[in-house]
């Protein structure tokens, strides 16, 4: 049944532990519809409550309860690892609605943990480098960003930052900013505990959590609108 989000069912967790185990198609098969009752169905009403929220917030994140959700089969195409399911499941919200998008909203329920992010992740070259000489010759405005996400109880990530400067920035001296300009991603981070997911609560925790992550979203689009389109 399709509607407002209420919670993920009761076995969203198990259900994932029991096919991380199994790990295979005959009994993903068999236990399909407890997948899409438990998991896969709250998910998509989770991406249409939260569609509907961030509008009436001003975000400019969207999503579609279908196309927004990643597929909890895996590519193992080019993979060590033949496993054929993942240990989670994911969506993204982003400013069009399609997974193609920079600076978006992307949750995550897993086994491991259950997490929200919002990230410009992996931005194209161009980007990169934008956002790049954005910190290093407007370095007061990136400074106010931090300072803004610190203020709301955020920071920046440094999964995967680079070891040394990237070429063309050695000039830069400030600790700060050379620990940034080394960012590959810019993007901050939201712990969800597993045990809050099964009620409608987690719409307002993901709500205020975006809220307070705005000043990246303002920050990354801004720089992003001068960037010529490819």
């Known amino acids: 049944m399709e509607g407002a989000f209420?919670?993920?069912?009761?076995?969203?967790?198990?259900?994932?532990?029991?096919?991380?185990?199994?790990?295979?198609?005959e009994w993903f098969l068999e236990n399909r519809d407890l997948f899409e009752k438990e998991l896969r169905d709250p998910f998509g009403d989770l991406v249409d409550t939260l569609t509907e929220r961030f509008a009436k917030a001003g975000l400019g994140l969207r999503g579609d309860r279908k196309k927004s959700l990643f597929?909890?089969?895996?590519?193992?195409?080019?993979?060590?690892?033949?496993?054929?399911?993942n240990r989670h499941l994911s969506a993204i919200l982003s400013p069009d609605g399609t997974k193609m998008e920079?600076?978006?909203?992307?949750?995550?329920?897993?086994?491991?943990?259950?997490?929200?992010?919002?990230?410009?992740?992996?931005?194209?070259p161009t980007l990169l480098l934008a956002m790049r000489k954005a910190i290093a010759t407007k370095p007061d405005k990136f400074r106010a960003l931090v300072?803004?996400?610190?203020?709301?109880?955020?920071?920046?990530?440094t999964e995967d930052r680079m070891k040394r400067t990237p070429r063309g920035f050695e000039d830069i001296?400030?600790?700060?900013?050379v620990a940034a300009?080394?960012?590959?991603?810019?993007?901050?981070?939201?712990?969800i505990d597993p045990a809050g997911i099964h009620t409608a609560d987690l719409v307002d925790e993901l709500v205020d959590f975006t809220l307070?992550?705005?000043?990246?979203?303002?920050?990354?689009r801004a720089i992003e609108g001068k960037v010529p389109k490819e």
């Open 6 to 25: 209420t919670g993920f069912g009761p076995k969203a967790i198990p259900f994932l532990k029991a096919l991380d185990f199994h790990q295979s198609r």
């Open 71 to 85: 597929r909890i089969n895996r590519d193992v195409r080019f993979a060590k690892d033949k496993r054929p399911y």
């Open 102 to 124: 920079q600076g978006v909203f992307y949750v995550h329920v897993g086994l491991e943990r259950c997490f929200a992010d919002i990230a410009w992740w992996q931005p194209e």
């Open 147 to 157: 300072a803004a996400l610190k203020k709301n109880r955020l920071e920046l990530e």
């Open 173 to 177: 001296s400030d600790p700060d900013l």
């Open 181 to 191: 300009i080394r960012h590959r991603h810019f993007y901050v981070q939201h712990v």
């Open 212 to 220: 307070r992550a705005k000043p990246l979203l303002d920050w990354g």
